[in-house]
């Protein structure tokens, strides 16, 4: 069963940077699609980036593109999400997530991955 853990989220001013990191555990992560998923209060989960098995691939949602980055370590078993520019509305619990299988068309939909972390609270203040 693999395993995801979190950590890296705070509370910040807009215009911070924060760097999310996911450690992976019990799988072989260099077969893991990885996605970051984030949800505010009362509202759906959301997707943010996801990154395919071999780091060749990586996807946004619009409203972080050009700010977020997603990459991987495949030797630290490990994904980050780089986050510059913060703002309110970035204000959320994020959660890592993978997947073995998952199509390209299928990367931003939730339900697709099967592993979720515990998730990190990212607060960000005006």
């Known amino acids: 069963q693999v395993q995801l853990v979190e950590s890296g989220g705070g509370l910040v001013q807009t215009g911070d940077s924060l760097r999310l990191s996911c450690a992976v555990s019990?799988?072989?992560?260099?077969?893991?699609?990885m996605g970051w998923f984030r949800q505010a209060p009362g509202k759906e989960r959301q997707f943010v980036a996801a990154?395919?098995?071999?780091?060749?691939?990586?996807y946004y949602a619009d409203s972080v593109k050009g700010r977020f980055t997603i990459s991987r370590d495949n030797a630290k078993n490990a994904v980050y999400l780089q986050m510059n520019s913060l703002k309110p509305e970035d204000t959320a619990v994020y959660y890592c997530a993978a997947a073995t299988l998952i199509r390209v068309e299928y990367y931003n939909d939730y339900a697709q991955y099967p592993y979720w972390g515990q998730g990190t609270q990212v607060t960000v203040s005006s």
């Open positions: 019990k799988g072989t992560f260099s077969r893991l699609n």
């Open positions: 990154i395919s098995w071999s780091g060749g691939s990586t």
